[in-house]
């Protein structure tokens, strides 16, 4: 296929690449200047995929680490790191604001971009590694010596490919594919196309180690693509299985595509926003919303957080003979959160079966009938059991019941979310939902159409 035209979308222009670069210039000899007229030992650099250029228009984020020597105390990098990020940002007028990673480090938004001024170790290998955004700039040195002349672009388009797939993010919100990633299976097979020939062919475990560093097996993970910086580190490590399993199928897909184009673009939703609720109800579940206030927390704090409630109360409701056909979560990011669960069964009748030991247990069996009553016991198979009345006979019932703070200990709940999900949760239903907000309307189609991204 050929792909000038897609890479003449999505590869930045000269004029962004030009802006880009200027920019950061000016960011990264401000800061060298201040260090050095503030007797400060520490360089700045331009890091991440923009030094690389292996950056899709219209996402040029600029990447600026401040390197300080192994000796500083890690109080004062932290310290002097944010002292520096502050004062650049306020110097060139950004809107900055303080986030956290390994460590704290300033974001800002000068000029029209988004700018990251982050604090680290300088080392010369992973052995020296103190914090895990001290590799960042070994990594960007050795994708710049190591990619071949035009292999930027097809970096681009295994990025783009993954972005549209939806596989392309490493954050805990997708659980994908990192740029990094994306780099090395590039250098590992050549080309776009070449790589999604191989991926296709992928098994649980497989390895790419490209400096023969032979350390897979201290790890466990769908892929496991050794770090050339870090032998003991593998950088597929937050890749979730499911996301490589989808890359797997969508690279089988559009290999076999008459029309493979599709792929570098945005899927639109299958279903308008007022056919949403209709294709709820044509399905015959009954759909239970648990709707919150969020904290104001880091979004890999956030999300991680969220899905862990989510899969532990589906858990518990699946427990109590509730079964939950799937469930997922939504937020904002900002103010608010939902926990989708579409039920198989989310109202039960007033009894239910209690097992109690097996006949042949005398001692045991008899001790069960005295407690439940002669009158209520019988032989099921070769279980003594009886009848008793539910506890909870909905499903709403139950959850009402769990999110309260005498029960929540019921449920593996993010710590940060305990407070506010207990004290500002609605329960919805379909008809409840509000469907005002797009990105809650997507969420709702890709509920209803997992398959959407990789089948065109």
Not at 31 to 59: F, H, M, P, Q, R
Not at 138 to 156: A, C, F, G, P, R
Not at 304 to 317: D, G, M, W
Request: proline residues 3%; aromatic residues 12%.
């Amino acid at each position: 296929m050929d792909y000038k035209q897609i890479l003449n979308e999505i590869k930045p222009s000269k004029e962004e690449s030009r802006e880009i670069l200027k920019t950061s210039d000016k960011l990264i000899s401000y800061l060298n200047e201040v260090c050095k007229d503030e007797g400060i030992t520490a360089s700045a650099s331009l890091v991440g995929s923009v030094a690389k250029k292996t950056y899709l228009s219209g996402k040029s984020d600029i990447d600026i680490f401040i390197s300080f020597p192994l000796d500083v105390d890690v109080a004062q990098l932290k310290k002097i790191g944010l002292y520096l990020g502050y004062k650049c940002s306020d110097y060139f007028n950004g809107d900055a604001s303080e986030h956290y990673a390994s460590h704290p480090y300033v974001t800002s938004q000068i000029n029209g971009f988004e700018v990251d001024f982050v604090p680290c170790y300088k080392i010369e290998d992973g052995s020296q590694l103190k914090s895990a955004v001290d590799r960042t700039i070994l990594h960007t040195k050795y994708i710049k010596s190591h990619l071949e002349q035009d292999q930027n672009e097809e970096v681009l388009l295994l990025k783009r490919f993954m972005d549209m797939t939806g596989t392309y993010g490493s954050e805990f919100k997708v659980g994908g594919f990192a740029g990094y990633l994306c780099e090395l299976l590039i250098l590992k097979y050549g080309t776009f196309e070449n790589t999604l020939k191989e991926a296709s062919k992928w098994r649980y475990g497989h390895t790419v180690d490209l400096e023969g560093y032979g350390t897979a097996a201290l790890f466990n993970d769908p892929l496991i693509v050794i770090d050339p910086t870090d032998m003991n580190r593998n950088v597929g490590a937050a890749l979730r299985l499911d996301k490589m399993a989808e890359f797997i199928q969508s690279a089988r897909n559009y290999l076999a595509s008459n029309n493979k184009k599709e792929y570098f673009y945005p899927v639109a939703n299958k279903f308008a926003k007022d056919e949403i609720l209709e294709e709820f109800q044509k399905r015959g579940s009954d759909v239970i919303a648990v709707k919150f206030n969020i904290p104001d927390i880091p979004l890999d704090t956030l999300h991680p957080q969220l899905r862990k409630t989510t899969e532990s109360l589906a858990e518990k409701l699946n427990d109590e003979d509730f079964p939950v056909y799937q469930s997922d979560y939504w937020s904002d990011e900002e103010n608010t959160a939902v926990l989708l669960f579409e039920m198989t069964v989310s109202r039960l009748n007033n009894t239910k079966i209690h097992y109690g030991p097996k006949v042949f247990v005398k001692r045991g069996s008899q001790n069960f009938i005295d407690k439940h009553g002669i009158e209520n016991c019988y032989i099921l198979d070769d279980f003594v059991v009886s009848k008793i009345s539910r506890e909870f006979v909905t499903a709403s019932d139950f959850i009402n019941y769990v999110l309260s703070y005498e029960n929540i200990s019921l449920i593996k709940v993010g710590k940060n979310l305990l407070d506010n999900i207990i004290t500002s949760y609605e329960l919805l239903s379909l008809d409840d939902l509000d469907l005002s907000n797009e990105s809650f309307v997507t969420f709702l189609d890709d509920f209803l159409n997992p398959n959407k991204y990789l089948f065109r």
